[in-house]
């Protein structure tokens, strides 16, 4: 299967309903259902971000975005995990290319979920590394057939090798019973004294920082950017997705509604208009906002800047938490206005706020330490890069 950026939002627009469909057969069964996975699986799109070395479309950032913000509005759950498995099939990029035949090879599409925060611990061994350890938030563990997790050195505790194992390899401990986002089953996994090839491994600097020579054998640029970057704009394309569900379910819902003493209807309520376009304005600033750092990373892949480069690393990573910040304050305005009926649990608009709500919790778009950064850097004459 090929294809061209045009041809993903028709392919997405073909299986919405099934996935909108199953949304809340996802949140029951706490994973994302086989219907739902089988149906973005069929359309490519975990192909989006892949090497194209290895099978895949190895499409821009901004595909990438649109296509997450799109499947999420149909289902936060799916959206989610498309999100996570896309992003680390980007990670994969830099790593060996035997390890991306081991994932891609023979026409596969990879599917790998994982926790890329170093929660775990690694020492090396005669080829390769030793790994015990315990990562939260492995988001698709149940649909995946890899999984990445990010390792410490065990004797210093610093940000050590990232890794990528067989689902089978590896303990799932189901610990995910949460707020919001249930469908993505974002469990615990265990590992115990797991033998991983040197070659299924990375040194987490150069990862993270856009440094692995991996990367620039790719057939295009797009890899050549921070993978910690693209880590942090991707979370908030999943938020915006959940948003803009909640600013659909609220217009659905406030254009039949009418106050109880006075049948008016609370469509032309002045307060309740004011409310639906403060909603819609930090909704569409939060898109713009994501398509601007999409922008920013594909300038620097094309440009041959230092991917380590320091200001735009926190340019991207502070506007990917102020995008999400944006729709979460959309989410909590609609609801607020949204009457007695929104408390109950079939409701669509409390749900959409429950998954902005836990998805903006990311610790890779934290508001406070993200916008601290990117202060300090103006403060210390660092100019962000210019839109």
């Not at 089953?185 to 004294?193: C, K, L």
Request: proline share 3%; net charge neutral; aromatic share 6%.
């Amino acid at each position: 299967m090929t294809a061209n950026p045009e041809d993903i939002p028709h392919r997405i627009e073909k299986i919405a309903p099934l996935l909108k469909e199953k949304a809340s057969a996802c949140v029951e069964a706490r994973c994302v259902v086989e219907p739902s996975m089988r149906a973005m699986v069929e359309a490519g799109l975990f192909r989006i971000s892949q090497p194209r070395n290895v099978g895949g479309y190895e499409m821009d950032l901004r595909t990438v975005a649109d296509a997450v913000t799109a499947v999420s509005e149909a289902c936060a759950s799916s959206g989610w995990v498309l999100m996570v498995m896309a992003a680390h099939h980007f990670c994969l990029a830099s790593f060996p290319e035997s390890a991306q035949e081991e994932v891609f090879g023979g026409g596969r599409d990879g599917l790998v979920a994982g926790a890329l925060s170093w929660q775990g611990r690694a020492k090396q061994v005669d080829g390769g590394y030793l790994v015990n350890g315990r990562w939260q938030f492995c988001s698709g563990v149940d649909r995946s057939n890899f999984v990445m997790l990010g390792c410490s050195d065990e004797a210093t505790g610093a940000p050590f090798v990232h890794i990528v194992v067989p689902t089978g390899e590896i303990i799932v401990d189901d610990t995910w019973h949460v707020l919001g986002l249930e469908g993505t089953g974002s469990r615990d996994v265990v590992a115990r004294d797991l033998f991983v090839p040197a070659n299924r491994a990375i040194d987490t600097a150069a990862m993270m920082k856009g440094l692995s020579t991996h990367a620039r054998r790719q057939a295009t640029k797009v890899y050549r950017v921070s993978c910690e970057s693209m880590l942090s704009l991707s979370v908030a394309t999943a938020v915006l997705g959940s948003a803009k569900a909640a600013l659909a379910r609220f217009i659905e819902r406030t254009a039949e509604r009418r106050a109880i003493n006075t049948a008016a209807r609370k469509a032309d309520h002045g307060p309740t208009q004011l409310r639906i376009a403060e909603a819609s304005a930090e909704i569409k600033c939060a898109q713009m906002i994501i398509h601007d750092s999409a922008g920013i990373l594909a300038r620097v892949a094309d440009s041959g800047s230092d991917p380590a480069d320091i200001g735009y690393r926190a340019t991207v990573k502070w506007q990917a938490a102020y995008a999400a910040e944006l729709c979460r304050r959309a989410a909590s305005r609609l609801y607020a206005g949204s009457g007695a009926h929104g408390v109950y649990n079939h409701s669509a608009l409390q749900a959409a706020f429950r998954n902005v709500s836990v998805g903006a919790q990311h610790a890779s778009i934290d508001f406070d330490s993200s916008g601290e950064a990117y202060g300090r850097m103006i403060f210390r004459d660092l100019n962000p890069i210019k839109s």
